[in-house]
């Protein structure tokens, strides 16, 4: 059974930093591209970071130069780290493994990270 199980996420003050984890289970996890994404109320999900499995990233346009995407295929985690937060980054936070030689993929229930102004 596959698990993507993310933590970290919480109440912080704008400017300040979160780093969020995401623990796969049941998955080859060097096979897959990780990934973050988000949703705020009343939007559509939208891409914050993703890495892939040789370790290249990609970040929406939002969090450039402020967010980090990394992996540890040791422990079948990746990790955001968020800085200079933002009210406007106050979303549920998804983690999402994607195996894209075949296109399957998995996705966590979500941790919400609230940024207070």
């Known amino acids: 059974q596959v698990q993507l199980v993310e933590s970290g996420g919480g109440l912080v003050q704008a400017g300040g930093s979160l780093r969020l984890s995401c623990a796969a289970s049941?998955?080859?996890?060097?096979?897959?591209?990780m990934g973050w994404y988000r949703q705020a109320p009343g939007k559509q999900r939208e891409l914050v970071a993703t890495?892939?499995?040789?370790?290249?990233?990609n970040y929406g346009d939002s969090v450039k130069g402020r967010f980090t995407i990394s992996r540890d295929n040791a422990k079948n985690t990746v990790y955001l780290q968020m800085s200079s937060l933002k009210p406007e980054d106050t979303a549920v936070y998804y983690c999402?493994?994607?195996?894209?030689?075949?296109?399957?993929?998995?996705w966590g229930k979500g941790t919400l990270v609230t940024v207070s102004s």
């Open positions: 890495i892939a499995t040789g370790g290249s990233t």
């Open positions: 999402n493994a994607e195996w894209r030689l075949t296109g399957r993929d998995y």
């Open positions: 049941g998955i080859i996890f060097s096979y897959y591209a």
